[in-house]
């Protein structure tokens, strides 16, 4: 069976960036199955898994726009050392949902990305926004959705969502 809207296709796949740098992968032995054509992975790697068939291996570079969005400057903050109290041992790669503490957050995720002083920035794009995504995939299986996924827009079972 080749992947086209309304199958699901199980897959391995290394996500690096430019420099050659691993950032993610499947889990050791196991393939990610998602739901094709329902916005479940990145377009650009959905629109580049159409037509696989199982057994298939293949490179993609998904750019920003396809993939994560363009990287907003105006999601970057500088925000006082103070509005962390509480916080112990406050470090880079951290991760905050905005106004938490106030209940007035607008649940954003932010990111602690640079640490001066009083003067702590926080990102709240995507961590792969602006990035460039290398994808080396590994076409494992493809078989039909259910009515029941189709319905939800997610896959069911292993790897899916159990419910
Ligand atoms: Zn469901």
Redesign the pocket.
Known sequence: MQIAENTVPSFRYTLTNAAGEVLDASPPGQSMPYLHGAGNIVPGLEQAMEGRSPGEKFEVAVLPEEGYGPHDPELVQMVPRQSFQGVDNLAVGMQFQAGAASGDGNGMVVRVTALDGENITVDGNHPLAGQTLHFAIEVEDVRAATD??IQ?G?V?GAGG?Q?
């Open positions: 029941e996924e939800h997610h069911h969502h419910h």
